[in-house]
């Protein structure tokens, strides 16, 4: 187990096919494995990281872990749902897991430099 902020990805993964764990949130467990598909050299002017590429929303932070996102999308599916409405206030009116928002995340990635 390492620190995210005292280790570099070229690090722990240096090349292609290399697999690492990332536990995000240790309260809620949110545990991603990861595997670098492909390495890129670098592009002249390019502010790095960057992502090229995602699929799906971003779980609400404090949505409650694995057990409690699976609760938050049953309940905003089923208007009938004893939790719908207050789910929807709760995130903002609307939420789309399947939508992955690239300027987004690219935005987040830019903070970390």
């Known amino acids: 187990m390492r620190e995210e902020r005292d280790v570099r990805l070229n690090q722990i993964a240096p090349g292609a ?6 536990e995000y949130d240790f309260g809620d467990s949110w545990e ?3 595997v670098v598909e492909k390495v ?3 592009e002249p002017g390019r ?5 090229i590429k995602g699929k799906r929303a971003c779980p609400p932070e404090d949505v409650g872990g694995v057990w409690g996102y699976a609760e938050f999308l049953e309940a905003l ?4 749902h004893e939790d ?3 789910y929807l206030e ?6 789309d897991a399947e939508e992955f928002d690239l300027e987004e995340t690219n ?3 830019r903070g970390l430099g």
């Open 17 to 22: 096919g290399f697999k690492f764990r990332y």
């Open 32 to 34: 991603h494995v990861l």
């Open 40 to 42: 890129l050299p670098p």
């Open 47 to 51: 502010q790095v990281p960057v992502c």
């Open 77 to 80: 599916q089923d208007p009938d």
């Open 84 to 86: 719908h409405e207050m």
């Open 90 to 95: 709760w995130i903002g009116g609307e939420f």
């Open 107 to 109: 935005e987040m990635l």
